[in-house]
């Protein structure tokens, strides 16, 4: 690794320069997540530099996994968003496929284990993390189109998210699920 290091760094060659630092991110996976993440992201923003969208997507799955690690679930989203993103740009079906399949492992574990602490009532049931995103994001006005676009998911999803919480809440319309998810003399949910 070091001498493939110092031979990229010898010869000028940014795009090996960056692979070093993906193989050091991958291999950084195992004991230093945070090293993890920052080698990831440093390589996928020198692959983007460098106009190579398919290393910078391979940087970026690496990168959100760290992230997932570090349970820090809303930057590893983003980053499989822009997996996604370019995957699509390039017509790479299995690299969409595996930013799609990323996306919903880190998403059900986000939901699982980043409930509110301080949240609801006793008697209120509990939201999971995406479910609550879309109580937030229907407060705020939005279409189930609208939320569907920000969450990258598909219409038919919100829909689903939001029959489900209706269920769980007990309520028939989102004015109603609006009022009932209100945190009592504060303008959160």
Known sequence: ???????????????????????RARIAMATD?????????????????LGWPLEEAAARLVHAK????????????AS?????????????????RASISAQSRLLGRAG???????????????LTRREREIVQLIATGMSNGEAAERLYV???????HLT??????????????????MDPGTDEY
């Not at 690794?1 to 960056?18: I, K």
């Not at 997932?68 to 679930?73: E, I, K, P, R, V």
Request: glycine share 8%; with cysteine; charged share 20%.
């Open 1 to 23: 690794m070091q001498q493939a290091e110092r031979h990229a760094g010898a010869c000028d060659l940014p795009g090996q320069q960056a692979h070093v630092a993906l193989a």
């Open 33 to 49: 997540l945070p090293a993890a993440a920052a080698g990831a992201a440093g390589a996928a923003e020198a692959f983007a530099q």
């Open 66 to 77: 760290a992230l997932d690690g570090l349970h820090d679930w809303q930057a590893a989203e």
């Open 80 to 96: 499989l968003a822009q997996v996604r993103r370019i995957a699509e740009t390039c017509g790479a079906r299995i690299l969409h």
């Open 112 to 126: 699982r284990v980043g409930r509110r602490t301080s949240g609801p009532p006793a008697d209120m049931p509990t």
């Open 154 to 160: 598909t219409v038919k999803t919100v829909e689903a």
């Open 164 to 181: 489900r919480i209706f269920r769980k809440v007990g309520v028939s319309s989102r004015s109603a699920l609006i009022a009932s998810m």
